[in-house]
């Protein structure tokens, strides 16, 4: 293991983790950073055995790294991904309604038209962001709207949401402006509850209020959370899955070219094994576990690395080739077991749909890595800019004339 050395919070990590992923699969499948007090689960089987068991890798303390979202409190930010069953099953259950496939099929329409809205903006330009003015914005506006937050407040409900995020190299925990990012977001977020359990409408927060399980309520504080969580969700995964698959359509022109041309949910489909954009998921094991010959102690951290896990080579066939026609049923982006992420399905739809637009307004493009910029936060990969310089289409759709 000389020389191995990983730390997700190192910013030549989050720029290209994979090589370093593939180490770790080959030499410590098990690795130990004793700095950081965790271990790391890099293979495809380990990583889906410790999703499969909530009672020996638990959830209890919280899902990330980070000291302030680390230990019992955890589940007073994120809700119920930091329990374990079968408390967790009643919180989500309670949550899992608005989830349902008919729901989620029946809200491509609405998707497409915030797509379309957000494209028609810069239908005429011949570079803009797609980071910025496509990437990010559309799954916060989906979200928003999902929860009920006014069309006027989802863009400083974003940047709030963003700062959450930023962090310098090296830096463990959040700084003073995302701690008080977050305390704007909770005021924020408490007020809305207050006000849609007086005056409830079509949205999850007031279904949310309406909900129980056998006589059993969420109390604000808990709907609080939960809507922290699913916004957090909406801006962070779903955004940087969309700009990832991007950024990978121009690295792989011929499957961006197939991907704008038709081939979008091949492109999301990939990508979100290729490419995901959650790379850090933390549990504490809660009793001794020995793996490939090494011991970890009850009570231990452990990391566990999908992203890595998508790489697999005794799982996938050529991991490192991006290709759209490939079965990635076994991806395990969206994790697994009774922690399976609820927004999947909301995930794959709007990044199929938002790649299709694109397709139709677009018939190729560069991208000025010079001025990229990523997102620095060891659990979620992707980029806060993308500037891209963009070919039409000669006949452009109805809505960008």
Partial sequence: MTGLDYDPYSWQVQ???????????AEAPVYRNERRDFWALSRHADI???LRDPARFSSANGVSLD?????PRARHAVSFLAMDPPEHGRIRGLV???????????LEPRIRQLARARLAVVAGLDEWDFAGCFALPLPMDVICELTGVPAADRDQVRAAADQLTRRGEGQDDRGRAA??????????YTALVASLRCHPGPD???????????????????????????IAAGNESTGKLLGNAWYQGWVHRDAGRAGLAGQAAGWAGETLRYDPSGHVMARTVTAATELHGTVIPAGGRVVLLPAS?????TVFDDPSIFDLRRD?????????????????????????????????LLSGYEIDMDRAQRTRWPHVRGFAALPTAVTRRPVPPPWAV
């Fill in 15 to 25: 720029d290209d983790p994979y090589p370093l992923y593939a180490r770790l699969r």
């Fill in 328 to 360: 990635t049923s076994a991806a395990i982006a969206f994790g697994h077991g009774p922690h399976y992420c609820l927004g999947a399905a909301l995930a794959r739809l709007e990044t199929r749909v938002a790649l299709e637009e694109a397709g139709a």
């Fill in 179 to 188: 701690a008080e990012a977050a305390r704007r977001l909770h005021a924020y």
């Fill in 309 to 313: 896990g998508n790489r697999d080579e």
């Fill in 204 to 230: 999850l927060i007031s279904a949310l209020i309406r909900a129980q399980d056998g006589g059993a309520r969420l109390d604000d504080s808990q709907i609080v959370a939960v809507v922290q969580l699913l």
């Fill in 96 to 106: 899992a309604a608005a989830f349902s496939p008919r729901r989620i099929a029946a």
């Fill in 67 to 71: 000291p302030s979202s680390w230990g």
């Fill in 48 to 50: 889906l055995a410790a």
